[in-house]
């Protein structure tokens, strides 16, 4: 087994955990959400909120594992120490093969489709060549992180400072809202306001939220690259989510005092645009789509980042296909040319998925949700994680041992039922998101089910290998 070199620092760390997060759907879930929040504010942001402080609180439990763990791989390591080494391999399967795949392809999708709004081609997500040049985009992302991961990590933080600045601008244009457009517009009104005709749906209003919010779990899979991991992977978390948290609830406020309700509503995903066109024009609305775009690419590179570490983290193990191969670092002692081939064929299979479900075909039409299904299958996993902490993590204080797993718990239950349907069936009677949950289940299987032919129980030889690791 060949060991990563240690290249990151701290800031590394906070820009995958904002710089994933941020990406696309701050900007596109707003007037969704704010919909099935029956145009209420107030609703809206609880739903946010709700999101947010599953986030934190997950966010929390992550970092206390950090803090005592160090292997290959955080998400997983922690997995495994909660529950077993067939728990941990499975999951690290599911990592590779589904989440990070299906969450990179997509956010390619949003990228490109600001690319092509930029230039001023006619060009929308679901078109064909926004496909191909989302294709082109994962290609260039896998191509850097593996012949150049120093400059990848550059490029992570450069877009995590450039995404900001949008969210910056709104946020004093909302301040201000009464000035610039005039009376009827601000921090008041759009509280006091409803849009009308929307029917709240809370569940689905928070499982919305699930994807905003997601990715921040990616950073654990630099832990073994992180200087001071111990240190800085739980600064990183804890820091990071709660910055998150406190950037959207601000941008949403200031989108609402600006456009309104019913304006953020009917903009949708054009909202924040229409924002910077009020203030500067065109050549403002211009700024800002080149401002989401590199966003999308921010998010695109850190989840490739995961991805194209995800089954060097099985074969570090002795597990999954060709342990030995998948396991052989590059030149620059970072990352499995395997591996990254592996999580390239991932996130293009994803992207073909994306395509049929964009389009209806099939069965796959069901699938238009299942970025937010993953989530919500992720969250349920985690859920051993933070029951570990209460039954072993004795020297801990009662608010982090018992409070913060408590709350990480309930949300991620809340999350699972949301992402499964349930919800909304035992709430509203309806079936649609039950449906796209069983045809997507389908797909999981499919996938998963090679896992089990990779399966092999763990070496004298790396066992050891991981003990000398988490010592040091």
């Known amino acids: 087994m060949e060991k990563v070199k240690k290249q990151y620092g701290l800031w590394m760390g906070i820009a995958m955990v904002i710089g994933i997060v941020i990406g696309s759907g701050v900007f596109l879930k707003a007037g969704g959400v704010l919909a099935l929040s029956g145009g209420d504010l107030k609703i809206s942001l609880l739903a946010w909120l709700v999101g947010g402080l599953i986030m934190v609180c997950s966010g929390f439990c992550f970092a206390v594992f950090a803090g005592k763990i160090t292997k290959f791989n955080g998400v997983v390591d922690y997995i495994e120490v909660a529950t077993n080494d067939k728990v941990g391999y499975a999951l690290a399967w599911l990592m590779a093969t589904f989440y990070y795949p299906i969450i990179a392809s997509i956010v390619a999708l949003f990228g490109g489709s600001y690319f092509f709004k930029l230039i001023g081609v006619n060009v929308g997500l679901t078109d064909l060549p926004n496909f191909l040049f989302a294709f082109g985009v994962l290609v260039l992302m896998v191509l850097l992180n593996y012949y150049s991961p120093l ?24 301040l201000f809202a009464s000035l610039i457009v005039g009376d009827g517009a601000g921090i008041l009104p759009a509280f006091s306001q409803t849009a009308e005709g929307y029917e709240a749906n809370f569940g689905e209003a928070v499982k919305k939220t699930a994807f905003a919010y997601e990715g921040w779990v990616c950073a654990t899979s630099i832990n073994a690259e992180l200087k001071d991991s111990k240190k800085n992977l739980p600064r990183a978390l804890v820091f990071g ?42 050549v403002g609305g211009a700024f800002f789509t080149f401002f ?55 996130m293009t299979l994803m992207l073909g ?56 718990i309930v949300g991620s239950l809340f999350f699972v039922i949301c992402g499964t349907g349930l919800y909304q069936l035992l709430v509203d009677g309806n079936w649609d998101s039950l449906k796209a949950f069983g045809v997507f289940m389908v797909l999981f299987f499919l996938l998963m089910f090679p896992c089990v032919f990779f399966y092999r129980k763990r070496s004298e030889q790396t066992v050891e290998a991981v003990e000398e690791e988490t010592a040091e």
């Open 151 to 174: 400059l990848s990590s550059k490029f992570q933080i450069s877009a995590t400072v450039i995404k900001l600045i949008p969210i910056g601008v709104i946020a004093i244009a909302g």
């Open 241 to 282: 989510t709660i910055a998150i948290l406190v950037f959207y609830l601000i941008y949403y406020i200031s989108l609402s005092a600006f456009l309104g309700n019913e304006g953020t509503i009917l903009q949708d995903a054009n909202a924040p645009i229409a924002v910077f066109e009020s203030i500067m024009g065109k």
């Open 292 to 346: 989401i775009m590199i966003s999308c690419f921010g998010t695109v590179n850190g989840v490739a980042i995961s991805c194209c570490r995800g089954m060097y983290t099985l074969s570090c193990r002795g597990q999954g296909i060709m342990p030995e191969k998948f396991s052989k670092l590059g030149k620059n002692q970072s990352v499995s040319l395997y591996s990254c081939l592996y999580g390239f064929a991932c």
């Open 353 to 408: 998925v994306w395509y049929l479900a964009m389009h209806g075909v099939w069965l796959f039409k069901y699938l238009g949700s299942m970025d937010e299904i993953i989530c919500a299958i992720i969250y349920g996993v985690y859920i051993a994680l933070y029951i570990h902490i209460m039954r072993h993590f004795k020297e801990m204080g009662f608010f982090s041992r018992f409070v913060m797993p408590v709350v990480a």
